[in-house]
């Protein structure tokens, strides 16, 4: 196979499938029609929701947690942000409520901003309860430490990434799941959205960030080189769109270092027509899921 049709393949096989793709709307449809009967007064399974985090920017690879922001009435926010102690502890406990209405108990917990529920097969959804500002923002409840509000802007996230993406011809979402999977077969300690970031820094800059398939072992070799050798003391970053801060501690430099070496290996064994040599180092780096 070319490269072209190697990479074609592997990424091919690391996207979420169509199967979990509708079972995972099925989910955020339910949840969604919950929250605007309970908040709204419509039955809709539509409005008033968003999907955030890497399933919402279309960079994930499985589909274990799925994150949505559910938007609530400005009337809500009045009522708890007037309460004399940690009112949104209360305001997360009434959406847990809600929610509770369609399903157990046993399956839903408030974890300081958020509202988890589990499924049986593994599948958890994170519900981020939240009100529209009027820049596009929402102002989120964080129960910890005695309680206060928070602004995230998902959005500009998204909107970033897309306008990135498309002007890339596609190549910055490919990467981003591709560094998912290189993270997952190899244990490296760095966080969803910071691969994300990073990758967007990486692309924004990459001379041949518009090139095809068939340029994605440079795209692996150069990519890894330009994440090995950022600096070990950096712990905060700026999301792309929304200048939101994050704090990420992780040491991934000395595996992504390997993965660049590995690339090196891989690129001149292709050189050399040696197929399978080369398959076996890509699979190094980025796991079974590519091609042998």
Known sequence: ???????????????????????????????????????????????????????????????????????????????????QGNGQSALLQNVKNAIEKNYSNSNLKGDGQIISLSFSDGVNFEILPAFSLDDGSFMFANSNLGGSWKITNPRAEINAINELNNRCKGNLKKLCRMVRAWKNYNNADISGILIDILCYRFLKDWE?????????????????????????????????????????????????????????????????????????????????????
Not at 66 to 76: C, F, R
Not at 221 to 237: H, V
Request: glycine residues 4%.
């Open 208 to 292: 041949h960030r518009e090139k095809s398939l068939e340029w994605f072992d440079w795209l692996t070799r150069d990519f890894f080189k330009y994440l090995s050798e950022i600096d070990i003391n950096q712990s905060e970053w700026y999301a792309m769109g929304s200048n939101r801060k994050i704090v990420d501690n992780g040491y991934f430099q000395y595996k992504a270092k390997k993965a660049y070496e590995a690339s090196l290996e891989a690129i001149e064994n292709e050189g050399k027509k040696l197929e399978w040599s080369a398959n076996q180092k890509w699979r190094e780096i980025y796991g079974t899921k590519f091609p042998q």
């Open 1 to 83: 196979m070319s490269i072209s049709q190697k990479f074609t393949q592997f990424c091919d096989n690391i996207k979420i499938s169509k199967e979990d793709l509708d079972i995972i709307s099925d989910r955020y449809r339910k949840i969604t029609r919950r929250i605007n009967l309970e908040y709204w007064g419509t039955d809709s399974n539509t409005y008033h929701s968003l999907y955030v985090g890497s399933f919402g920017r279309d960079t994930e690879i499985y589909s274990s947690d799925i994150d949505m922001l559910v938007q609530l009435p400005d009337s809500i926010f009045d009522k708890y942000n007037k309460y």
